[in-house]
């Protein structure tokens, strides 16, 4: 059985950074794609960002892209996401998500096999 924890979350000022980590284990699998998304206060739940095994292949929402980036550690089975000039609107639990793949990426919440149980970041104004 696949678990992600996801670690990193917090309190910030608007314009802060914060890093969030996603640590996998139990994986059979060799290649996977791995996500992540974030549920605000009242909100349905959002793709954030996205990377592929390899790691060459990135997607962002467009709320985060220029802000926000992906990237993986196969050495230490982690995908982080570095969260910069981070606003109020940013504010969410923020997951993680995998699944097999030999390749591409994968936007969308039902595209994913495993969560994490989610990270609480909040940005204060």
């Known amino acids: 059985q696949v678990q992600l924890v996801e670690s990193g979350g917090g309190l910030v000022q608007a314009g802060g950074s914060l890093r969030l980590s996603c640590a996998a284990s139990?994986?059979?699998?060799?290649?996977?794609?791995t996500g992540w998304f974030r549920r605000a206060p009242g909100k349905e739940r959002e793709f954030v960002a996205a990377?592929?095994?390899?790691?060459?292949?990135?997607d962002y929402a467009d709320s985060v892209k220029g802000r926000f980036t992906i990237a993986r550690d196969h050495a230490k089975n982690t995908v982080y996401l570095q969260m910069n000039s981070l606003k109020p609107e940013d504010t969410a639990v923020y997951y993680c998500?995998?699944?097999?793949?030999?390749?591409?990426?994968?936007?969308?919440?039902?595209?994913?096999?495993?969560w994490g149980q989610g990270t609480q970041v909040t940005v204060s104004s």
């Open positions: 990377i592929s095994w390899s790691g060459a292949v990135t």
């Open positions: 139990g994986r059979t699998f060799s290649r996977h794609a």
């Open positions: 998500a995998d699944r097999e793949s030999n390749g591409g990426i994968f936007t969308t919440e039902g595209s994913y096999d495993y």
